[in-house]
């Protein structure tokens, strides 16, 4: 009965461990928010103090340096702190920027049949980017979008 409880224990680490596994990579890149509440500190460590809190699953940001179970990332704002690895995941995700409506193509050209808008603020899944346009999803509303109006998009 022992074996089997401290089996249990190691694999629920073990799968707790795996997230933050998956952001140990080259800096920058991008990430997306895991959790409906994340705390930005302003340093890397529960010790410091919560400069923001993030309200918004999917919300993509830049990791830019790693730091013992932390990212320091920068949001769509340019807003910069620690969030702990953990609540972090490598989902690529974008948001919509710019001023108006972005309209959502059936291709990646400005020919393709409008199929939706989205509005500044909205953000969905990332798919392939090909040519200055990128495929996003939001919510099962799938479309082509100009890659200068998606936060998220292209190199970090």
């Known amino acids: 009965m022992r074996f089997l409880a401290r089996l249990a224990s190691i694999a629920f680490f073990t799968a707790l461990a795996v997230p933050a596994a998956a952001q ?16 930005m500190r302003v340093g890397p460590s529960e010790e410091y103090q919560i400069d923001w809190v993030y309200r918004r699953v999917q919300l993509p940001v830049k990791v830019i340096r790693i730091k013992e179970g932390w990212r320091l990332i920068r949001d769509p704002d340019g807003a910069q702190g620690w969030v702990v690895a953990r609540l972090l995941s ?14 959502m193509r059936d291709g990646p050209s400005d020919n393709g049949a ?43």
């Open 90 to 103: 490598p989902e690529r995700t974008a948001l919509v920027i710019g001023k108006g409506l972005a309209p």
């Open 114 to 156: 409008l199929l939706w808008n989205a509005e500044p603020g909205v953000v969905g899944t990332l798919g392939d980017c090909d040519g200055g346009w990128c495929e996003l999803d939001v919510d099962g509303r799938k479309g082509w979008v100009r890659q200068q109006r998606l936060w998220g998009a292209g190199e970090p």
């Open 24 to 39: 140990d990579r080259d800096v920058p890149y991008w990430a997306s928010m895991r959790s409906k509440e994340v705390n």
